[in-house]
């Protein structure tokens, strides 16, 4: 049941998708990996549509390169609070009628099921095939929707897999190299695509619109090229 005031802070989504998807995003919990460059955009879009619960995931603390494109991480974060718990105090201040839970640390084959118990919709926000992989797995194991997206300079990539419809991340990508120490990207890149996968969310726990399932969208924000890959 929305209240008072959720009916008039989500007014204007309400006049697109009605109460009955605003509730179900009040209802959902949504995992976001890595809160960083696109982590970032993600928790805040999240955050701003009502998502009931976000459980936000991350090992790293805030380093002075990362500011150029981490904007829910500040000067003050700086070689002092987690990744989680930075966008957490951010967050409980941006939206106090949702509930944010953080897991400061690195998810592996013997943790994920307990941290990710409960979790509706997982996003992809990493830089490394490694962990995403792992999330693939778990999210086919149990049946749940993952959203992926990566960037680079300008580049950047979003798809939705969606167990049992569409192909795994797995078979999307099954020749990936090893993570690039050091890489070079634009803020801007990383909040195109972070509002893009926020949106994937969105799509996928009211009904609207068309997800980016078996479709890989690639983007190249230096020459405003958007092209969609069919994966079928």
């Known amino acids: 049941m929305l209240s008072e005031r959720e009916l ?42 009502g998502i009931g619960t976000l459980l936000l995931i991350d090992e790293q603390t805030p380093e002075l390169s990362n500011l ?11 070689d002092k609070n987690s990744k989680p718990i930075s966008a957490k105090w951010k ?22 099921d307990e941290i990710l118990e409960g979790v509706e919709v997982i996003v992809d926000c990493l830089d490394n095939f490694e962990t995403r992989f792992l999330l693939d797995d778990y999210a086919q194991r149990k049946k ?20 049992g419809f569409t192909k795994s991340l797995r078979e999307i990508f099954p020749n990936v ?12 890149t990383a909040g195109v695509i ?17 997800p980016l399932l078996n479709k890989l969208l690639i983007v190249d924000l230096a020459f405003n090229t958007f092209d969609v890959v069919e994966l079928k």
Do not use: C
Request: neutral net charge.
């Open 8 to 49: 008039e802070r989500y007014d204007r989504q309400i006049m697109i998708f009605g109460k009955e998807g605003q509730e179900k995003l009040k209802n959902s919990k949504v995992a976001v990996v890595g809160v960083g460059g696109l982590g970032s955009p993600v928790a805040y879009y999240l955050a701003a549509a």
């Open 68 to 78: 150029n494109r981490q904007v829910l991480h500040w000067e003050e974060d700086l």
């Open 91 to 112: 967050l409980e201040r941006f939206n106090s009628d949702i509930k944010i839970e953080t897991f400061v640390g690195r998810l592996s084959e013997e943790n994920i």
């Open 144 to 163: 749940i929707p993952l959203v992926h997206g990566a960037v680079e300079g300008t580049y950047g990539q979003v798809t939705t897999i969606v167990p």
């Open 177 to 188: 190299g090893r993570k690039k120490e050091k890489f070079p990207i634009l803020g801007a």
């Open 194 to 210: 972070g509002t893009l996968q926020a949106m994937e969310v969105v799509k996928l726990l009211t009904g609207i619109g068309e």
